[in-house]
């Protein structure tokens, strides 16, 4: 049973990360459109 609960939980940890990167991508686009909109 444990065996088998690894892989489910390696991919889930692969799609929390790939998650917070698409958050911080999202993030750093909105700090360079809030920089362009101050200038």
């Given at each position: 049973?444990?065996?088998a609960l690894?892989?489910?939980s390696i991919?889930?940890?692969f799609g929390y990360?790939?998650?917070f990167a698409y958050y911080?991508?999202?993030l750093s686009a909105i700090s360079v459109?809030?920089?362009l909109v101050k200038r």
């Open positions: 049973m444990q065996i690894v892989p489910l991919s889930q940890c990360f790939s998650y911080l991508d999202s459109i809030f920089t």
